[in-house]
């Protein structure tokens, strides 16, 4: 299956499996002949990596390959620029290729190499998390982090395509995939409709997952053609975003994000039921998603330690942010709140 976006730049988002064994020809159809360079991670690549590069070989290609360690603590700008280095040393030009095979950490970071090195060079996102093929890969937002927070250096940056092989879900962790499920249900508040039924009837690697993921782009589609840059629809993608990070930062990082949104959507979800704005049914449906995806943590933040990370928030506007305050499933609405009226 193919969906087209059509934002800055239009490109197809391919959806299937075995996907990977016919990425050579799938490029050559967009790039001719060139240098290409396969940024992935070293879990991603022996299990995947071979058959890209053996694929891109035989269509014609150059290929090399740059290996990050996994994990979140590669996404910043000593590795930004080894890559860049690399490629320099590969005699990398404006018309050479980027495919990033990996999970969002692998595609935050090659899209940012790619939109910098050279002022910008293709890429092909190739996500191999749920997390990644339903959000990260798609719609352009490139990123590293800081040590002051997370993706304070980024572009927006869209691929010339998206490659998703649903194949490769089979060798995720279970940890991973729980993971996805977190913007999986906040995809579900945000539409109403199939989704939620889907979610609610149960995603694994075997049941529902080519529909589930397919819905989640088509929704993702939707609001980047509309708005691209985030200056106002997108931001409804942020719902239960705001809590979710001062929950990873508190953390120390050891909450995932996925499952850092999910807590997010039960606090924004607590606070809207408790100004009279969602529905009890609406606010049970997801206490009920929380529990079938196992989504609770140990940890128990107070509302008033958020607060403080939140006051730190590049979207928060001085003493106000904007949060995604859902009213019921298939309506959330942006409100700009006063951030200690959050704790009243
Ligand atoms: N650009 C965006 O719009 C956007 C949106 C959401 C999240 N993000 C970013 O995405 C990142 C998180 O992405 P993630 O959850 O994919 O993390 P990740 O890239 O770290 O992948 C998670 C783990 O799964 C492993 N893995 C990946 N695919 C595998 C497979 N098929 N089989 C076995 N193991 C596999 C990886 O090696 C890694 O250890 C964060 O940095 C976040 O900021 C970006
Ligand atoms: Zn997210």
Redesign the pocket.
Known sequence: MVINVKASKSYDIEIGRNLLDKIGEDILSLKSACNVCIVS????YP??GDIVFKSLKRAGYNVCIFTIE???KS?NLNTFSEIQEYLASQNFKRNDLIVAL???????LA?FVASTYMRGIDFVQV???L??MI??SV?G???IDLPNG??LVGTFYQPIKVIIDLK??D???CT?YK??MG?GIKYAMLMDNELESIVTNGVTCSTNVDRFVELCIRYKKYIVEEDEKESNLRRLLNLGHTFAHAIEKLSGYTI???VAVAQGLKIISDISIKQGKLAQCAYDKLQTLLDRYDMHIDEDYSLEQMLEVIKLDKKAEGEYINVVMPYAFGDCRIEKIKIEDLIK
């Open positions: 991670d070293d879990i991603v299990l995947y996994h994990g979140e996404k990996g999970g969002g950490v692998t595609g935050d899209g996500p191999t998390t997390l990644a959000d990260s719609g937002k490139t990123a997370k993706n490769t879900l060798t995720l962790p991973e993971n996805g913007e995932p994000h996925g």
